[in-house]
C-alpha cells in the first residue's frame, strides 16, 4: 500500500548540508499499526511529512498504492492529502470558532462533496470516535481528550487509506492517552491503518509493529507480539 525505497532527504548544501534521512526503506501494508520513534533529530518527523507528501524526498521512491509520489504536481498532491491521508497533530488543529461536526466536515468541503452527504457521513464519523452527543459543541466546550477524537473523527470522514499521527498524545494526560490509544487500538481492529510518530515508550507499547530511527538511518524495524502490546482484544 505504501513503499518507500531507499529515501534520502537533504537540507542544505556543501559544508552545511543536514542528511535528515539516509537511505530509509519500508513498507505498509493495509491494516497495519506502527509506530515511528526515535530521539528529537532522529528523522521521524521528516520521514512521517514524506509519507504524508507533505515534502518530497531528495533521492529513492515513494509509492501510494502503486503511484509513485515524484511524479505527482502539487494540485495532485493535494488530492493525495485530502483523500487517501487522514492526519491527527498534537495541537488538535481545530477551528475554534465553528462546531465538532463542521470541523470535520472540512475534508469533504475540499473534496467538494455535497452538503447533506458531507454532513451526514461527519456525523458517522463522530459516533465512531464516541461523540455523537457532542457534534454540536465548539473547540472550547470540548476537553483535550474529546478535541482530539474530533481530530480522530475529521481524519476518518474521507475514508483515507493511511491514517498519520503526529505525538497523538503529546498534550494529554495519562488517563486520556490512554483512552486515546484505546480508540486507536479498536479502529485498527477495524480495518484502519495507523502509523504514529511518537517519542513515548508507553504510547508505543500498543502498536503492531515499530521502526526506530536515529540519525536518519532505520536501525530497527520490529513486529511486536499481541501478548506484549497493552492492547488486548
Known sequence: MLKLQSIDKFYGQGDIQVKALK??????DKGEFIAIMGQSGSGKSTLMNIVGCLDRPTNGVYEIDGENVADLK???????????IGFVFQSFNLLPRVTALQNV???LVYARIPAGERRERAKKALVRVGLGDRTHHRPNELSGGQKQRVAIARALVSNPTVILADEPTGNLDTRTTAEIMDLFCQLNDEGV????????QEV????KRVVTL???????DSVIPDTERRWQQ
Open 23 to 28: 537511505q530509509a526503506s519500508f513498507e505498509v
Open 193 to 200: 491503518t495507523i502509523i504514529t510518530v511518537t517519542h513515548e
Open 105 to 107: 466536515e472540512l475534508p
Open 214 to 220: 536515529r540519525d536518519g538511518v532505520i536501525i530497527a
Open 204 to 207: 508505543s507499547e500498543y502498536m
Open 74 to 84: 502539487e494540485d495532485q498532491l493535494a488530492s493525495i492529502r485530502n483523500k487517501k
